[in-house]
């Protein structure tokens, strides 16, 4: 049912700040929650008592509970929030003393108010939540005790009865909305919490405790089934320059493209991770050094070839690597990133290719493409 309010709900995000996201949900929410409530008591007042003066009084507030999404669109949201308020004790302060005089029960201001200013304002915003609550106690008090005189409909005790009872089944509909709302926005909060913990927040790869991790349980599996397990530690060619002349915005939108242009050149599902600043860490499953030489040439071209247009901004970046792969006497995971991050320190004396191979001393260089000096390194 949320699902399908979407466009509903999401008007005005584009003007809202991520951490209103939420608020301006709910605040949408119970614009259109009154407006069908609303909606449904005119055709009460309509087909069941047939007063066509109280259900045309009655829309006027649909048009009232419209105009806060005008509000929201525009980016009023701290307007919009106290309007649908207004509007909503307006209503109910004005039906039980003008319309149903003192048959018609008001118990929806005390049960519903406090849960839905609850769920509209902040937290920290104390003097709206209790203000508010204290106001709609207030309406109460008042529709109660003063009841008009010569209200335009009165109802007799049977139609009281069913007033009453459309109320009850409004209120169990608001109280399900509400809760299926809450729940789903909850989930979709933990959700992206659970994302942050394992991503990197700037490219959506992973970060580095994720990746890892993830290379400790590559490492295992590779141990136990005895395949090859393969690690290239990429690093962006003088990246401080970057930030320098085109700014650190562009810097970042920089990070984030080049990240998308690995993932989408290697197999899918492969572990990608930014492991600090312009720094990218790529896992390679069941792929050998000569396999993994060669996916890294193909790499260090089509970062060579391409150009990042970001605004008016057009970037060219160039990249080193380092390359390791698992050894018989790998003892943790971690050691595969360690090594390639020492190849990759090295890859950056070289003047042309700029590939190395972590090999550690006094092992036998492989036999490798004569294009790449390997290096052998402590």
């Given amino acids: 049912m949320i699902n399908n309010l979407n466009p509903i709900l999401n008007i005005g995000i584009d003007r809202c700040d991520k951490l209103q996201i939420d608020h301006l949900r709910m605040v949408n929410l119970l614009a259109s929650l009154c407006v069908s409530g ?15 003066p109280s259900a045309f009084i009655n829309l006027v507030f649909v048009g ?19 309007w649908i308020f207004l509007i909503f004790f307006s209503q109910h302060f004005y039906i039980p003393l003008f319309v149903l005089s003192d048959n018609f029960e008001t118990e929806l201001l005390l049960l519903v108010v406090p849960t839905t200013v609850i769920l509209v304002f902040d937290p920290n915003e104390r003097f ?3 203000a508010l609550s204290v106001i709609a106690i ?3 008090f008042l529709a109660k005790t003063f009841p008009a005189s010569d209200p335009i409909l009165t109802l007799t005790q049977d139609n009281a009865k069913a ?7 409004i209120l169990v509909m608001l109280s399900f909305v509400l809760m299926d709302f809450y729940l789903l926005d909850l989930q979709s909060i933990n959700k992206a919490s659970r994302q942050y913990i394992y991503k990197d927040i700037l490219t959506n790869t992973k970060n580095a405790q994720s990746i890892f991790n993830k290379v400790n349980k590559l490492f295992l599996k590779a141990k136990k089934t005895n395949k090859p397990l393969s690690v290239i530690v990429i690093n962006i060619d003088d990246f401080r320059r970057i930030n320098l002349i085109h700014g650190r915005e562009t810097g970042d939108r920089v990070l984030i493209n080049f990240s998308d242009l690995i993932i989408e050149n290697l197999p899918e ?19 050998n050094t000569e396999k993994t030489l060669e996916i890294t040439h193909e790499l260090k071209n089509l970062i060579k070839r391409n150009v990042f247009l970001i605004g008016h901004s057009a970037v060219k970046c160039k990249a080193h690597f380092g390359i390791s ?6 003892f943790e995971g971690y050691c595969l990133i360690d090594n390639a991050v020492i190849a990759m320190n090295e890859a950056t004396k070289l003047k042309e290719d700029k590939i190395k191979i972590y090999i550690p001393k006094n092992r036998n260089t492989p036999s490798l493409p004569n294009t790449l000096e390997v290096a052998r390194l402590r």
């Fill in 325 to 330: 792969t698992l050894k018989k006497d790998d």
């Fill in 269 to 287: 599902k492969t572990p990608v991770g930014r492991l600090v600043g312009d720094t990218f860490v790529v896992l390679l499953e069941n792929t």
């Fill in 128 to 130: 709206p939540r209790y």
């Fill in 64 to 82: 009232l509970f419209l105009f806060s999404f005008f509000l929201t669109k525009n980016g009023y949201l701290w307007i919009a929030r106290y």
């Fill in 38 to 52: 609303t909606l449904i008591f005119s055709a009460l007042f309509w087909f069941a008592f047939k007063n066509e």
């Fill in 163 to 169: 007033a009453y009872l459309c109320i009850i089944l």
């Fill in 138 to 140: 207030f309406l109460l």
